[in-house]
DNA sequence: GATGGAGAGGCAACCGATTGCGCTAGAATT
DNA sequence: AATTCTAGCGCAATCGGTTGCCTCTCCATC
């Protein structure tokens, strides 16, 4: 069996011609049912397969989506950000679902993604996963555009930006966050999390933070903002530092929970008690946020619904159908590191 | 550019036949330096790439690996099993090392997948990875070795199972669980875990477990054993019914991280000290098991060897070079869970 | 008996790249 | 000058399905 079978030795075995073959596997009414019953028997048999390759050729359509990640700014040896592997999860079911084979692809911001799968047809289209500061890749995303390559984007949503994106209301999130400890008597509230140009999600979700607490355009204190890349040991340098500073606060607000988690053993080893002297609210919900202690209260994104989104716009798009921009909501989970409870 | 250029637009411009330009792109030295390179210029300007489909039919080959996951017998909606996510990570790295692409599918046990990848033509080999009785599909596998299929499995490894197993050393890594918390005082430790026929894996954890107590053979007392599927809820439910039977235990071993985690918020309501009351280990080493309280002591599954071995060996296997199962070593990782710190 | 129509299926072109074989022109050899 | 060689490249077949178009057969209809 080392040959496999093809839908000639079908065909010889069924007495047909071998395009008869391949009708009556595809359920073409001009064969009748007696013969695409004998032929799929035989096939059956022969535990016979469409050859993908030559169909794909033939069709012009692989059924087969791509998925990009992009690395984070600090590749992490740990592995692939929970969130996105979470996401991972979702957009793979999803796909399984819709019929679809997924095929997966870590990619460097720099290197030619832009001209790969679907140029060179192993994909119908593709998911672009990734942190990143989008002006970095805003030509490359342009010319995808311009190549009339079917994608979809998850990130900071924006009118104007090319191509459609799907992204969680990350300004609500942080906005929600902050009301949430404010709620909750917290008057000096830090944030943890790179508010400059790496991650705009993180910009999106300071600017809601500030919100919060100064009304409009209004930034918080710059005293107890802290850089940090999305990162454990970046959140838990960023809280040292934070608390290096002297400057007084009873909570945190970290743009990541991979940062909020960081920063508890950070805020730990201070001997600082959550969330009785810190309240900590992270961003994301990843699993790892319910098993901290205390567990982690945050901002959740739907990443089952943004996989399967993301999936559909895609779908939408290769069938030439319009996929439009889109923004999901951002749930607060309380747990109890935001004091809360 | 709705229309992607072929190897005949290049061949056209460059006044040449669609062959050379064929033979120029894949660096046959029977193309003379100056045709080469002006083929290849005109080739990027056209932001020409090869048809993937074309090529692999012609070639027989795709140079692209498929990941199968099985699901647990328990799908949890909560995702993938984290540490089948880090294993993944591994893989697609690797993958994308040695020049592969990968792709991804979710699979029930119950499917016929089988006959799936390989065989379409799809991939040139296939990764398999989830837990699941062995006996299950061992005609499936049979069936893949019958065929020729070029393949791995990652999970417990044993002689005389058809094809290439790479697993890693679960009764060792139970044994030194065991051993670690005798050693630590430890008299009376609980085994949470399917001992039977559901995860082979957790069977040779548990194995090991009662040697390092008893000696060859020796079950260890059935009183401190609770069946628990590989989730967090099966481990809370687990400790619940364990402490709810009355008999004394300072210690538990957790067949995975997952389901220690679940156990530690069980012990945690019952107000039952970790590691003061209770030590605990895990297994696996998943990401969020340093990220408990108190981090988890847990027995570690090189993931990342493991995605490079895997490949590897599959890789091997595809360039017709004989593979061979492997067992790889299980690592102590001491935390504060166990209380030896 | 001639004509029409429909059902069933065959023929051949095609998708795009790869490769064995053969051809040609110029260089090298005698 | 005739012959041999070889670098460089073209021709045509091939991988395995898919599909537009044509043919053939059989039955219904006038």
């Keep these: 069996m080392a040959v496999k079978a093809t839908s000639f030795d079908i065909a010889q075995l069924a007495g047909v011609s071998q395009p008869t073959v391949s009708r009556a596997l595809r359920g073409s009414p001009t064969v009748s049912e007696q013969t695409r019953l004998r032929i799929e028997a035989i096939a059956k048999q022969l535990n016979y397969k469409v050859d993908k390759n030559a169909s794909s050729l033939r069709l012009q359509e692989t059924r087969t989506i791509a998925l990009l990640f992009f690395e984070d700014p600090t590749p992490d040896e740990t592995g692939i950000n929970p969130f996105f592997l979470s996401m991972l999860g979702s957009i793979t079911r999803t796909c399984a679902q819709r019929g679809y084979d997924l095929l997966i692809s870590f990619q460097q911001l720099s290197s030619d993604w832009h001209v790969d799968y679907e140029d060179s047809r192993k994909a119908d289209g593709i998911i672009l996963l990734g942190y990143g500061d989008y002006e970095l890749y805003r030509e490359k995303l342009e010319k995808l555009v311009e190549q009339e390559t079917h994608f979809v984007r998850w990130g900071f949503a924006q009118e104007g930006q090319p191509g459609t994106t799907i992204g969680c209301d990350n300004f609500r999130g942080g906005l929600d966050a902050a009301r949430h400890l404010m709620q909750h008597g917290r008057k000096k509230i830090a944030f943890l999390g790179d508010a400059s140009s790496h991650y705009p999600e ?74 009785d002297d810190v309240a900590i609210v992270g961003f994301d919900d990843i699993p790892a946020a319910g098993m901290t202690h205390p567990p982690l209260t945050t901002i959740q994104q739907d990443y089952k619904r943004a996989g399967e989104i993301l999936v559909d716009s895609l779908l939408k798009q290769i069938r030439d159908e319009h996929a439009t921009t889109a923004v999901l909501p951002a749930k607060l989970i309380v747990r109890q590191s935001c004091g809360a409870l």
Tied chains: 1, 2.
């Design 202 to 275: 993180f910009q999106d979700r300071y600017r809601g933070f500030c919100e919060a607490q100064g009304g409009e355009g209004i930034i918080a204190d710059p005293a107890l903002q802290v850089d940090a890349l999305n990162a454990q040991d970046a959140g838990y340098e960023a809280a040292q530092q934070l608390i290096a500073r002297g400057v007084p606060f009873d909570a945190i607000f970290a743009a990541s929970d991979t940062i909020a988690i960081g920063a508890l053993t950070a805020l730990r080893e201070q001997k600082l008690k959550v969330p």
